[in-house]
């Protein structure tokens, strides 16, 4: 029996690679105007760009509900599961850590553990992947749910907007208020830290933008071979662009990976979005 390792649709893995790594989604909820369904499963990236640019559309997101949880656990430890390690965006942006962590406690707290990873993207993303593989090797929960937790630790979140406004809307703003007045003249530079997404910078231009996001992506891998990951939305050309600057700045770094958002992200970053993601190598004892 082997460790069954879940997580939200934030993490936006490529597609494929999650059914790859036996990993087994919930996603959040999508409202597209009248319109519900579930974050890249019923709803696709193209739908809320679309949305998004409709202001007669309102575009909102909700955490899954703990009864989701419980019953994903349920099946999976019905199943055979020796345990369950459910892997999460970070508590300080949604409520979706805190609702699988009510269904852990319903189901039951010594088989379900649950991580926040305090990212979001492909910074969970990758952390689900560490949990995937070791769950793989046969490890225990408690060694899997370590190996999410470590590199979620050493991740690094970048990402450039066009506006702050659906960040402002959404809530999730925080210092970068102060930009809001100048926020038409500039391209925001922002940051995931401490489970938080926080202001970076300002730059007059998109390719400045992307100049910079690859400058701060070599700065944060260093010189070994960083995993390394693109995310978007409605930017499939200028993803394409930073991978390509990506590979030219960091030829130690794996295979870049590209995915694009959806609306648990895309409604509060808008389109236009453009980040990168970095984990740089474990550091040698």
Not at 247 to 276: K, Q, Y
């Amino acid at each position: 029996m082997t460790v069954a390792v879940v997580t939200d649709s934030t993490a936006y893995l490529p597609r494929g690679l999650a059914a790859q790594h036996g990993i087994h989604l919930v996603p959040l909820r999508v409202s597209l105007g009248h319109r519900q369904g579930r974050d890249t499963v019923d709803v696709s990236p193209a739908e809320v760009t679309a949305a998004l640019a409709d202001p007669a559309t309102p575009v909102g997101t909700s955490r899954p509900a703990p009864a989701e949880f419980v019953a994903r656990y349920r099946e999976l430890l019905d199943g055979g599961a020796s345990g369950v390690v459910s892997v999460h965006l970070s508590q300080r942006l949604s409520g979706t850590w805190e609702a699988a962590r009510i269904a852990a406690d319903e189901v039951d707290p010594g088989l379900v553990r649950v991580v926040d990873s305090r990212s979001t993207g492909m910074g969970l993303g990758f952390a689900v992947l560490a949990a995937a593989r070791a769950a793989a090797a046969g490890l225990p929960g408690a060694s899997v749910e370590a190996a999410a937790a470590e590199v979620a630790a050493r991740s690094r979140v970048f990402f450039c907007v066009d506006s702050l406004e659906h960040l402002r809307r959404g809530g999730r703003i925080g210092a970068a208020a102060a930009w809001l007045g100048s926020a038409l003249s500039v391209k925001p530079l922002l940051h995931v830290t401490d489970g938080l997404i926080e202001p970076l910078e300002k730059v007059r231009t998109a390719a400045r933008a992307t100049v910079r996001l690859v400058e701060l992506a070599g700065w944060a891998a260093g010189p070994g071979p960083a995993d390394l990951a693109v995310h978007h939305l409605g930017a499939a050309e200028r993803a394409e662009d930073l991978v390509s600057r990506l590979a030219e700045r960091l030829p130690a770094a794996r295979p870049c990976l590209i995915s694009e958002v959806g609306a648990a992200l895309g409604a509060h970053a808008g389109p236009g979005l453009l980040g990168v993601v970095v984990i740089p190598p474990q550091a040698e004892d």
